[in-house]
């Protein structure tokens, strides 16, 4: 049978949960790509890796707890840091219970298919056991 198929029949529950937690990890990612946009190319620091692509998560840290006494405007660097840091506190943490979600989708997965008991096949007679 098609995994396919026993994803929509069988474990159609999983398969929504599995993507909304898909969805929110590619709605985070998509607010790391825009806040990076945002950002003025003399702006840009340590904080950004080498290529430009991507936030560098120990540095976005580092900068927030140097922000903690410091009143901070809204749409201004320090902001869109905060906000990056946030962004990946909840990244983390929604990977986190994605790995706990898979685990038990794994094992009631494995639950329920140790519980199928296999169908018998149809055995045909052939004519040289006669």
């Known amino acids: 049978m098609p995994f396919?198929?026993?994803?929509e029949n069988l474990l159609n529950d999983y398969k929504s949960e599995l993507q909304e937690l898909e969805n929110e990890l590619t709605s985070i990612g998509s607010?790391?790509?825009e806040i990076l946009e945002s950002i003025d190319e003399e702006d840009k620091g340590d904080f950004i890796?080498?290529?430009?692509?991507?936030f560098v998560p120990k540095e976005?840290?580092?900068?927030?707890?140097?922000y903690k006494k410091v009143k901070i405007e809204e749409g201004s660097l320090e902001s869109k840091i905060v906000k990056v840091y946030n962004l990946n506190e909840e990244e983390t943490n929604t990977i986190r219970n994605s790995i706990s979600?898979?685990?038990?989708?794994e094992n009631k997965i494995q639950k329920y298919?140790?519980?199928q008991k296999p169908k018998e096949l149809p055995?045909?007679?052939?004519?040289?056991f006669k």
Request: aromatic share 2%.
């Open 4 to 7: 396919d198929l026993v994803q």
């Open 31 to 33: 607010s790391y790509d």
């Open 49 to 54: 890796n080498e290529d430009g692509t991507a």
């Open 60 to 66: 976005i840290a580092k900068l927030v707890k140097s």
């Open 101 to 105: 979600n898979l685990i038990n989708i």
């Open 113 to 115: 298919l140790s519980n």
């Open 123 to 128: 055995v045909r007679k052939l004519s040289i």
